[in-house]
């Protein structure tokens, strides 16, 4: 697989990495351990070099399982995590208090059987605690070694330049796909200016642009999807027509919507590297093999036709999680 570099940050990456999370949070049952060690390494074989974790995915388990995984090649890997939640618990509030980042950081550094975190997040702003703080904090753990490189989530671009003047941001993590472009109106602008790079997180939207979830898929009852307001099924069937668009196209290049939609996002800026994640190995053979679909630019333009035709329905986080949003 290509490789990329987030900004001027040096931190090079696949093209293309995995999001663990779903592995053991978020999307119903715990993957079993074994199963999802398996997911990692093949991921690895398929050329990522980019994995993405988090204290709050499990909370904790997450980050044993990848530090198990990759035990055998460590150096050859990104590793990313993050902290901001009180107790590693996204329920339980956000905690940013540069004592609570310190210990996150050893705690993970133990987990991932690892001397150093390559990309350390703060997953969301805390208004508690000034960024600037925040940004302090980690800059101390760059200078001893403990982490490579300091990267920020859902966060503004205000905070993003605050925390920047401190100490530079490697990379924002935020959710950006052909159903959530937001980030197109101020924050990449800002990020390019900066020299920041951008990860994408939910690159298909929460599994939705695959094309395999309609108005009357089933999710398990502890998927955090069934608290999604645009996964209601009334808003599930206006956005169906989305993922239909996608289909000419994606048949016209003889790859599946799931590719078009990830070759998309890799065209959008050399420095945006997408992070799908799964727990199946035919859908990750599928989207690392996105990395090979060219667009050309009378593809990228009947792109943009098609979604210009759709008016997505719903919002993407429900107000309990919207809170954590920092604009």
Known sequence: MHTRKLGNSGLEVSALGFGCMGLSFA???ATE???AVEVIRKAYEHG?????TAEAYGPFVNEEVLGEAVAGFRDQVVIATKFGFRDGDPQAGLDSRPARIREVAEAALKRLKTDRIDLFYQHRVDPEVPIEDVAGTVRDLIWEGKVKHFGLSEAGAPTIRRAHAVQPVAAL??????????????ILPTLEELGIGFVSFSPLGKGFLTGAIDENTAFD???FRNTVPRFEAEARKANRALVDLL?????RKGVTQAQVALAWLLAQKPWIVPIPGT???HRLTENFGAEEVALSADDLRDIADAVSKVTVQGERYSPARQKFISR
Do not use: M, N
């Open 27 to 29: 999307y119903g049952p």
């Open 33 to 35: 351990r074994a199963q």
């Open 48 to 52: 990522a070099t980019f994995f993405d």
């Open 173 to 186: 993590q935020s959710e950006y796909s052909l159903w959530w472009r937001e980030p197109e109106q101020e």
């Open 221 to 223: 009852s502890t998927d």
């Open 247 to 251: 289909a000419p196209i994606a048949a």
């Open 279 to 281: 727990t199946k190995l």
